[in-house]
């Protein structure tokens, strides 16, 4: 496993790796490091990661910014970030993070959210649908939302628009994840790609928004924030 990290202290790395390493050899993983002080290395290097741990305040560049230009070169690298201050919650989702810590570590939450990740990987989480003639797989975690239209549906993903000849109703039974709630008539969204949200309506990470009806508003929101602090958003 490819393991970044990008913290501008370096005795934090030093602690760092003693839990990552604690954790890798619970469960039988080989991790490479690969470590930076600052933002622009990161984004500078060439390199391929599988989870990137991120300090949310750094020097010249902090994490936030560092996430979003990577974002931006479409990279989807798994990003979870390292802070001291508990009220990013909200600013992290723009860049569809999958955690964030709080330092100082803890192995617990550093397990669970570990733990998260490669469960997240795993093959289950693809679903294998009929688009036009062919059969496409497509991972439940690149889901961003799915929009009914009449009696069929649009699943937009993080690189395209499918149309899925099939009632989101139905769609919405093949899915295994419980990250994706239906909002909406016309809408089931996914929390991981939530950026923000109002009483009227949730605005995703590719900018583009779903509707909230009324009647789902408090059935909504609660379930929002138990998936924020199931995710050690807290």
Excluded at 28 to 41: F, Q, R, S, V
């Amino acid at each position: 496993m490819k393991i970044a990290i990008c913290d501008d202290e370096m005795r934090f790395h030093i602690e760092f790796k003693k839990y990552m390493d604690q954790y890798a050899k619970l469960r039988a993983l080989d991790i490479i490091y690969y470590e930076y002080t600052n933002g622009k290395d990161l984004l500078a290097s060439n390199k391929e990661y599988d989870v990137i741990f991120m300090d949310y305040q750094m020097n010249t560049l902090n994490g936030l910014d560092t996430a979003r230009k990577l974002r931006q070169k479409n990279n989807q690298t798994t990003i979870i970030f390292l802070t001291s201050y508990p009220n990013i919650v909200f600013d992290v989702f723009e860049v569809n993070t999958f955690r964030f810590l709080m330092k100082p570590i803890n192995m617990a939450k550093l397990t669970d959210a570990m733990d998260s990740y490669l469960k997240s990987q795993d093959t289950s989480n693809y679903i294998m649908l009929k688009i036009d003639d062919n059969t496409k797989k497509i991972n439940q975690k690149d889901i961003i939302y799915i929009e009914a239209s009449d009696k069929y549906c649009y699943i937009r993903t993080v690189d395209d628009n499918l149309l899925y000849k099939k009632t989101l109703a139905e769609l919405a039974a093949t899915l295994t994840l419980d990250t994706f709630y239906r909002c909406h008539r016309s809408y089931l969204v996914n929390f991981n790609h939530i950026v923000s949200h109002t009483n009227n309506d949730i605005t995703f990470t590719n900018n583009e928004k779903a509707l909230i009806s009324k009647t789902k508003l408090t059935g909504f929101k609660n379930a929002f924030l138990a998936h924020i602090k199931s995710h050690n958003f807290s």
